[in-house]
């Protein structure tokens, strides 16, 4: 604790104006308690549903926004937005490397899925990021340049270029919105038109500004992640130029009607209440990680980031080299959840990956890893991804259950 307390100190400042940031826009878009009544139907004249939009869009620093319970998860509202914005023989520019997993099937990369954009003719390529983790950025400007050409490329000139911001399954650090601005500048420089897409996932209120900030078109995430304060029980927005972000709701609906439609009988205060506390809930995510990343240091294992390196996630991992050690620290996070916590996560096959994974999360929402939870594919170098936690306090003492049962004691 000593060793991390200006890494904390840090991270409380971040917190501090992000939540001036998100409290202003609260009272800037007049919320009130008839923001947060239910609706059914079409969802018409829903003061709820336009405000929330409008709240999103501007904290993250865009013109548009829609939030929707429709979203299933975050690839959904990524996929949702890709289908909106890219014309069939386009190409599609990851310029972070490979997509998180479960793009892969999206895209066309694996699986032969009907629907893909694989299926509808949009191409696939990717420029890989430097030896440092930082986005190639004469690289990515001769991609684009050379779109198109028979020689390079396999179909048309590029329509999106495509920003994965976390890690995901991988080692490689997290892109900060300082490099997410430097790519936008170079693609927009070469070609105004193009359309720079960020995968928000797990980074929103990281860092005091968002892609939105510094030029992103259109980004995408989760609900049940950072903007969801631990509280929203469901959903993902998509936000952007108002343009873009209307042709991903014409997508989630149909066209000509897009996000006018769509109820919410169970009412809006959760999310309400989860976006206002995000800052502080991320915040609490982020101690978690920086202690894990410390103690799991001290006991001898390769952690990325270290412990006091700048952070654009709220991921972190932990390369345990045995497949017996990821299970007994993701076995051990399960034990420390409030609950499930007399579950044994095993190995799983899991719908969009293409390999078992482990994953041990006692949350209160199924699935949400803004809560503390751990997982990890089954295959070399067997590499557990820590994320979330709604309290530090209850977050450490998850971690100290995870370390003792990794090092053999008992419960």
Same mark, same amino acid.
């Given at each position: 604790m000593a060793d991390i307390k200006p890494q904390f100190d840090e991270i409380d400042k971040v917190a501090e104006i992000n939540t001036e940031k998100v409290l202003a826009a609260f009272q800037r878009h007049r919320v009130s308690d008839s923001c947060f009544t239910g609706t059914t139907g079409y969802g018409y004249n829903d003061k709820g549903k336009e405000t929330l939009d409008l709240l999103f869009a501007d904290i993250l620093g865009t013109e548009s926004a829609i939030v929707r319970t429709g979203f299933v998860n975050g690839t959904h509202a990524i996929t949702t937005a890709l289908f909106g914005v890219l014309k069939p023989g386009q190409t599609l520019l990851s310029v972070t490397g490979l997509p998180y997993d479960t793009l892969h099937g999206?895209?066309?990369?694996?699986?032969?899925?009907?629907?893909?954009?694989?299926?509808?003719?949009?191409?696939?390529? *990717?420029?890989?990021?430097?030896e440092d983790g930082a986005p190639d950025i004469p690289a990515i400007v001769s991609a684009i340049s050379n779109s198109g050409d028979a020689g390079n490329w396999s179909a048309g000139s590029v329509g999106v270029v495509l920003i994965q911001r976390s890690r995901g399954y991988s080692i490689r650090r997290a892109i900060t919105?300082?490099?997410? %601005?430097?790519?936008?500048?170079?693609?927009?420089?070469?070609?105004?038109?193009?359309?720079?897409?960020?995968?928000?996932?797990?980074?929103?209120?990281?860092?005091?500004?968002?892609? /939105?900030?510094?030029?992103?078109?259109?980004?995408?995430?989760?609900?049940?992640?950072?903007? /969801?304060?631990?509280?929203?029980?469901?959903?993902?927005?998509?936000?952007?130029r108002?343009?873009?972000?209307?042709?991903?709701?014409?997508?989630?609906?149909?066209?000509?009607? %897009?996000?006018?439609? %769509?109820?919410?009988?169970d009412g809006y205060r959760l999310y309400y209440q989860g976006l206002f506390t995000a800052p502080h809930t991320t915040a609490q995510a982020l101690k978690t990680a920086v202690y894990c990343a410390r103690l799991l240091e001290l006991m001898g294992y390769e952690t990325y980031p270290k412990y006091n390196e700048h952070r654009s996630d709220i991921v972190q991992a932990i390369r345990f080299g045995s497949q017996e050690k990821l299970e007994r620290f993701c076995i051990g996070i399960q034990k420390g959840a409030p609950v499930d916590s007399f579950v044994t996560p095993v190995p799983s096959e899991m719908p969009g990956y293409d390999y078992p994974i482990i994953m041990a999360a006692g949350t209160f929402v199924q699935g949400a890893t803004i809560e503390?939870?751990?997982?990890?594919?089954?295959?070399?170098?067997?590499?557990?991804?820590? *994320?979330?936690?709604?309290?530090?306090?209850?977050?450490?003492?998850?971690?100290?259950?995870?370390?003792?049962n990794l090092s053999g004691g008992r419960f």
């Amino acid at each position: 604790m000593a060793d991390i307390k200006p890494q904390f100190d840090e991270i409380d400042k971040v917190a501090e104006i992000n939540t001036e940031k998100v409290l202003a826009a609260f009272q800037r878009h007049r919320v009130s308690d008839s923001c947060f009544t239910g609706t059914t139907g079409y969802g018409y004249n829903d003061k709820g549903k336009e405000t929330l939009d409008l709240l999103f869009a501007d904290i993250l620093g865009t013109e548009s926004a829609i939030v929707r319970t429709g979203f299933v998860n975050g690839t959904h509202a990524i996929t949702t937005a890709l289908f909106g914005v890219l014309k069939p023989g386009q190409t599609l520019l990851s310029v972070t490397g490979l997509p998180y997993d479960t793009l892969h099937g999206v895209i066309g990369i694996s699986g032969n899925y009907k629907g893909s954009l694989k299926d509808y003719g949009i191409s696939y390529s *990717q420029v890989e990021l430097k030896e440092d983790g930082a986005p190639d950025i004469p690289a990515i400007v001769s991609a684009i340049s050379n779109s198109g050409d028979a020689g390079n490329w396999s179909a048309g000139s590029v329509g999106v270029v495509l920003i994965q911001r976390s890690r995901g399954y991988s080692i490689r650090r997290a892109i900060t919105v300082k490099e997410i %601005g430097e790519v936008c500048d170079a693609v927009h420089g070469v070609n105004k038109d193009i359309v720079v897409f960020v995968d928000n996932c797990y980074g929103e209120f990281v860092e005091v500004t968002e892609p /939105g900030d510094v030029g992103a078109d259109i980004i995408a995430g989760s609900l049940i992640k950072s903007p /969801g304060g631990g509280l929203t029980p469901t959903g993902g927005y998509v936000a952007g130029r108002e343009d873009l972000v209307e042709a991903a709701a014409y997508r989630l609906t149909a066209p000509g009607i %897009g996000g006018e439609c %769509g109820s919410n009988a169970d009412g809006y205060r959760l999310y309400y209440q989860g976006l206002f506390t995000a800052p502080h809930t991320t915040a609490q995510a982020l101690k978690t990680a920086v202690y894990c990343a410390r103690l799991l240091e001290l006991m001898g294992y390769e952690t990325y980031p270290k412990y006091n390196e700048h952070r654009s996630d709220i991921v972190q991992a932990i390369r345990f080299g045995s497949q017996e050690k990821l299970e007994r620290f993701c076995i051990g996070i399960q034990k420390g959840a409030p609950v499930d916590s007399f579950v044994t996560p095993v190995p799983s096959e899991m719908p969009g990956y293409d390999y078992p994974i482990i994953m041990a999360a006692g949350t209160f929402v199924q699935g949400a890893t803004i809560e503390l939870s751990a997982d990890g594919p089954i295959r070399e170098p067997y590499t557990a991804y820590l *994320q979330g936690g709604i309290t530090f306090e209850s977050a450490k003492l998850g971690i100290l259950l995870a370390t003792d049962n990794l090092s053999g004691g008992r419960f």
